[in-house]
């Protein structure tokens, strides 16, 4: 080899090419005979970047050539990522940076496949350029159009890295042999650029650490805060850009990119379809013992199955290229592989929908979702063909299904913002704490609600705080609740509010756990007669439970000194005993409580009277009055006694 073993001659010379080629691209370009531009001052002497140019020889000027909008953009994102590196982010980007970022990576993959799409169809520079402008444009405004990072954004790249392989070969009937020497070749072009730019990085940072602790010299910065940009957001990229072939002037692999091939295919052949094809037997049996015990999948499958189909349609894949030469068991893995994941997608399919039964949609369980649809086609179509079907359906109808699910109402956020805002009015009108669409008064919510019922409800908002959609929640709260999001930009902060406002905050609880009650009705209905109904006696002890039955009659602890007592009236009455129990403890001193404290409410045509002794009071310095624990009567009347 020419290189006399050190890698790619056009790797090499990228990584001096990456220096020059930001700084000015235009130097590049020639001028219609093909000759090198002039200097601006007229005269026929090169410039020294010039000259560093032609030196680097057709790779630089080909490169520019077909993707000036990639380069461009990747030549942005290395000076932004530079700049955020050293903290030097201009004031409008400062809290979006990584957004914008992401953005500019996603949008030159973008690009480079709008360029490839056009050199596919021969159109014209100006009009390929065009296209992958637009798709650039398009794509970060997608991004930036959607809030802060989410899953979302992965949907959306992963999208575009399928679309870089597939877009020379979108035509009706492409060569799929072509189609899958290009998917190689870009392959073996990533390892080396990736490698290739880690190298660069790695050697500067030795050299570098090397003069500082010989010499003193130097703040370590250079290689961390410079190079390690440069060489992920520009060098790598753009090198890769230098190895990808152009569709129709494709050979197979051979040399020293046959070291990067054929060790995958070794892996392949001996490893993973061996290991699949076992694999595929355990959940096969897995699924029999589902079926003869009637016991439902558990809940590890969803990511067991979706590993074992990605990487089983992958060996696929690379199997493709190798369907003349291998023997039987291999060509009976290529034919049978899809027909055999469909019993596990199966088993997917409803360990996914037990979980969103149970507990709503998550980004996870859209992604499961996604990946148990994308697998199903697939087994479709391949178990209809015997196998034989396009293989650029694989990476096709999975782009497709990333992109839907990537935007608008089908996106990871806006499917978990749905399915968890409704399990929360669903569990919150289920406890009685809402009327007329709106949330009831604060201190009437945690009633109802029991402890199985407060941790769905603390994990139903966890997921709208992780996707960053806890404003779903506004209609619910309404404008008399509207002050949980003012001020705060922070989602953690609104879901503390949140929290504490429906009574689920992990701190409430905890406290509940130690100082609230449990009342225990010893006696339930003691007296009824002429209209009056004598209830109790009722303990009030430091548990959890708050609510008591007696009959008809239901009294529950809605706050440290607040009952309510429901007696089928017109509506249940509120009693609140702060100010006797304040009162009583300034008054009694230590035998507070002691002596019988009686406070009375009406509703409709009865009277209620909550009668409290042996009430046992605290208080801390300044802080207010707390029932720790006593015993009490409910006695109902006529209005009129």
Known sequence: MADGGQGPAPLRRLILFAATAAISPNLARKDRRGRQPLPANGRGSMSWVSRQVQQLGPEVRSVIGRFPVAVAGFAVLTVLAIMKAHEEVPAPLVDSIEKVLFGLTVGGLYAIAGTLFGEARRLGALLRQGIALALYIGALAVVLGTGDLGPGDLFFLGAAVLLVGLAPYLAGRADLDAFWLFNQQAFIGAVFALFGALMFFLGVLLIE???????????GDLAFKILLPVSL?????????????????????????????????????????????????????????????????????????????????????????ERATVGPFFAGFRRFWFPATIVPVILLAIAVWLRVDAYGLTPERVFLALVALWLGLMALIFTATLGRADIRLVPGILAALFLLGSLGPLSPEALTAQSQTARIVAMLSQAGAIEDGRLVANDEIGAGIDGDTRRNLRSALQALRNVDRLDAL????????????????????????????????????????????????????????????????????????????AGAMTVARVGKTVFRVDVGAASPVRIDFAEAFERTLEEGGEDAGKVPLSKSATTGDRRVTVTFYEARLRQETDGPVELSSGRFVVVVTPRTR
Request: contains cysteine.
């Open 474 to 549: 506004r209609p619910l709260l309404g404008k008399e609740n509207g002050a949980v999001f003012a001020k705060s930009d922070d989602p953690h902060e609104v879901y503390r509010r949140i929290s504490a406002l429906l009574d689920i905050d992990p701190a409430s609880v905890n406290a509940r756990n130690r100082r609230e009650a449990r009342i225990a009705a010893r006696g339930a209905r003691l007296f009824r007669a002429g209209g009056i109904g004598v209830f109790g006696p009722f303990d009030l002890w430091a548990v959890t439970n708050r609510t008591a039955r």
């Open 209 to 219: 650490q090397s003069i500082k602790i010989l010499f003193g010299l130097g703040s």
């Open 233 to 321: 957001c520009f060098l790598a990229p753009v090198a890769w850009l230098a190895m990808l072939p152009v569709a129709g002037t494709l050979e197979r692999v051979e040399g020293l990119s046959a070291l990067v091939v054929s060790p995958v295919h070794v892996l392949n052949r001996f490893v993973l379809v061996p290991l699949l094809t076992v694999y595929a037997a355990v959940l096969l049996a897995y699924a029999a013992q589902i079926a003869v015990s009637g016991a439902l999948p558990k809940n590890q499958i969803g990511w067991m199955v979706s590993g074992f189909g990605a990487i089983g349609a992958l060996s696929f894949l690379v199997l493709y290229g």
